[in-house]
Nanobody
Framework: QVQLVESGGGLVQAGGSLRLSCVASGSGYRFRMRVMGWFRQAPGKERENVAA????????YYADSVKGRFTVSRDNAKNTVYLQMNTLKAEDAAVYYC????????????????????WGQGTQVTVSS
């Protein structure tokens, strides 16, 4: 059973920082081979792309709304992907989801949620103004 488990969400003041983590587990997961992504969904809004990282960590993608503030990284030895979020704004408040791109899809430089076939349960990020 493949699983992605996010953690690190919480309540933070505007301008503050949070670091989200996503740990992958399960036999045959081949974490190291997968593009990993972060998505978010706010109440009443559609799910949106946030960031993605290729298997080696050499290539990243960021939505325009988070460029310069968020950083995605991964530690394949720990089967973990991270999302460092700085200078948080009220509009960043959402449930954040970690997802793994379907194999053998390669790095494309962008994100399509339909390409991701394993999803975590989400972690809530609340930003107070």
């Amino acid at each position: 059973q493949v699983q992605l488990v996010e953690s690190g969400g919480g309540l933070v003041q505007a301008g503050g920082s949070l670091r989200l983590s996503c740990v992958a587990s399960g036999s045959g997961y081949r974490f190291r081979m997968r593009v990993m992504g972060w998505f978010r969904q706010a109440p009443g809004k559609e799910r949106e792309n946030v960031a993605a990282i290729d298997w080696g960590g050499d290539n990243t993608y960021y939505a325009d709304s988070v460029k310069g503030r968020f950083t995605v990284s991964r530690d394949n030895a720990k089967n973990t992907v991270y999302l460092q979020m700085n200078t948080l704004k009220a509009e960043d408040a959402a449930v954040y989801y970690c997802a793994a791109q379907r194999l053998p899809l390669p790095w494309s430089g962008t994100m399509r949620s339909a390409d991701f076939d394993v999803w975590g349960q989400g972690t809530q990020v609340t930003v107070s103004s």
